[in-house]
């Protein structure tokens, strides 16, 4: 049900009902010109081991997954919403500022450009204080009011919208993003199918695959995330008298 550690990652921290895992890494967000918004989570740590998934939702609305093995597509498309996924081979490449990224039908190049001051300030932030669920409780309203479209906490997962109805077996999960750094997105190339995705834009309207931490400017951001995946089922058993 949970997924296990990979060999050299920290264990999850478990419980008889619940499971942490953590996922560390980078989120990229940019909007195009076509319409397309294009998400990317580049994990370097995971219980999965080193992946990279990428989200995309095209102007007409459809919502796509793209992951590399069926373990990662399904606990991605298992907490966020979209209209097809799809296992493809995804590599990214980063080489300084430049990002290189093919992922099936998929072409992305970006290029990032100096840390601003909040990307200074997150950059000072220590990975064990960033891991903390309660460091991500704590800056969830001035990253609200900062970066308009940002989220470090919230409920992910098709029934976890309703969780507080929750049928035993059902999977509850809540997550948390702590930041440690950001990096504004200073252009953009892609293509999909071939077709030509056109320039850098914001990420407008905002993207529709559930809680998501995304900034409406183009950006890059250093993630520890934290996922607490709960067993419904195991945490409504009752006990005996």
């Known amino acids: 049900m949970f997924p296990p550690p990979v060999h050299g990652d920290p264990s999850p921290v478990a419980a008889p009902d619940h499971v942490r895992l953590r996922f560390d890494g980078w989120i990229a967000g940019t909007g195009t010109s076509s319409g397309t918004r294009i998400v990317l989570g580049r994990w370097d740590r995971s219980p999965f081991g080193t992946f ?3 989200m995309l939702e095209r102007a007409d609305g459809q919502r796509l997954l793209l992951a590399p093995t069926p373990q990662t597509a399904d606990f991605v498309g298992s907490a966020y ?15 300084k500022n430049t990002w290189t990224v093919t992922a099936g039908p998929l072409r992305l190049r ?17 990975g064990t204080l960033a891991a903390r669920p309660a460091w991500a409780t704590l800056t969830a309203l001035p990253a609200r009011l900062l970066l308009t479209g940002v989220r470090t906490r919230g409920t992910v997962g098709a029934q976890t919208h309703q969780n507080r109805g929750a049928r035993p077996g059902e999977i509850r999960r809540r997550q948390w993003y702590g930041a440690r750094d950001l990096r504004p997105i200073v252009a953009v190339s892609a293509s999909f199918d071939g077709a030509d995705l056109g320039t850098m834009a914001p990420v407008a309207p905002a993207v529709r695959f559930g809680f998501g931490s995304t900034p409406r400017k183009p950006a890059v951001a ?10 419904a089922a195991a945490a409504e058993e009752p006990t005996p008298n």
């Open 222 to 231: 250093r993630i520890t995330t934290t996922v607490e995946v709960t067993d």
């Open 110 to 126: 970006l290029t990032t450009g100096r840390r601003g001051p909040l990307g200074h300030l997150l950059h000072a932030v220590p």
């Open 52 to 54: 990279t998934d990428v």
């Open 81 to 95: 919403a979209f209209d097809t996924v799809r296992v493809v081979p995804v590599d990214a490449h980063i080489e």
